[in-house]
Structure formats: C-alpha cells, structure tokens
C-alpha cells in the first residue's frame, strides 16, 4: 500500500479548493446557528 503526499503532489489551486470548502461550509452553518439563536432570544 503506497501513500500519497497530497500536499506535494496535487495542483495548488485543486488542493485549496478541495481543502477549503469544508472549512468554509462549517463556518458559514456556525454563523448561521448563532444568527437563528440571536433572533430567537430577542422575541
């Protein structure tokens, strides 16, 4: 079994998609659950 660098062998642009999307799509859902709980304790 051979392991791959990803880091090392993939195109940059490719990686920083890749690695990027999930981070981004954690933080966007963050920012919106703390939204719904401020709108929710102001009623």
Not at 3 to 26: A, D
Not at 27 to 35: A, P
């Amino acid at each position: 079994m051979s392991e791959s660098n990803k880091m090392k062998e993939m195109q940059v642009n490719k990686l920083m998609i890749q690695m990027g999307i999930p981070i981004i799509l954690y933080y966007s859902q963050q920012r919106i659950w703390k939204w719904r709980a401020f709108y929710r304790g102001k009623k």
